[in-house]
């Protein structure tokens, strides 16, 4: 199994709501990731998690919260965001964390917030 | 800071034509250097990498980079251009002991019949 998944494939919400972005991965790889895409612009990483601490945060404002669970797991927390947060969210996980192994992404999640 | 550059947002091509994406890298120490794919609405996936053995590498669906030191290049090819190859393409930089890749701005690629 060599796929990365993410849930939902779309997500609408308003600048009220709290929901949340999952990914996940049975590869046994080590770090996972989330970045940001707006359109025709390349992915902007804002979370790495290595061994499931926290080993990066990209100054991402606090309505943006990451959670991981467990080995396999990534959570996306959202709250109060604001219509600019709109954009294509990517999970990506790799087998290390030192930067030798490529990265494996998801499908994405399309959000728009209203 | 690590950094990649892309040269040419937009790169137009003929079906069965040469297809040359071209990346720069800034490094004071060696990289390890990746290209990636995205379809439309799709995730990115990897074509090749580079991790300082071979300096020609070849990836999948015909495509190859080579490393050169001297140029700080990291170009891709494609000897001949498929219809199928129209997509956005990004080069990526990692360094050892740090996961933070960063992506170059991204290459659109355009088969023309």
């Known amino acids: 199994d060599t796929e990365v998944t993410q849930t939902p494939k779309h997500l609408v919400m308003g600048m009220t709501n709290k929901k949340s972005l999952k990914c996940e991965q049975h590869m046994g790889h080590r770090a996972m990731y989330w970045y940001k895409q707006k359109a025709k612009k390349p992915p902007e990483l804002m979370f790495v998690?290595?061994?499931?601490?926290?080993?990066i945060n990209e100054s991402v404002p606090s309505r943006f919260s990451p959670e991981c669970p467990n080995s396999s797991l990534l959570n996306l927390h959202l709250h109060a965001l604001q219509p600019e947060d709109s954009a294509l969210y990517l999970c990506?996980?790799?087998?290390?964390?030192?930067?030798?192994?490529?990265?494996?992404f998801g499908p994405g999640t399309r959000l728009t917030v209203t | 800071a690590q950094s990649v550059t892309q040269l040419g947002s937009h790169v137009s091509v003929s079906e069965g034509a040469l297809v040359l994406l071209r990346c720069n890298y800034s490094s004071s120490v060696p990289p390890y250097l990746f290209w990636y794919v995205q379809y439309p609405n799709q995730g990115l996936q990897l074509l090749l990498k580079y991790t300082s053995a071979a300096t020609l590498v070849k990836g999948i669906n015909g495509f190859e980079a080579e490393f050169k030191k001297s140029e700080t290049s990291f170009h891709l090819t494609k000897p001949s251009a498929h219809m199928s190859d129209a997509a956005e393409y990004f080069c990526a930089v990692s360094y050892p002991n740090n996961n933070d890749m960063r992506f170059g701005a991204g290459t659109r690629l355009t088969v023309k019949p």
């Open positions: 990506a996980s790799s087998l290390g964390t030192g930067g030798f192994d490529e990265q494996y």
């Open positions: 998690y290595s061994y499931e601490k926290l080993s």
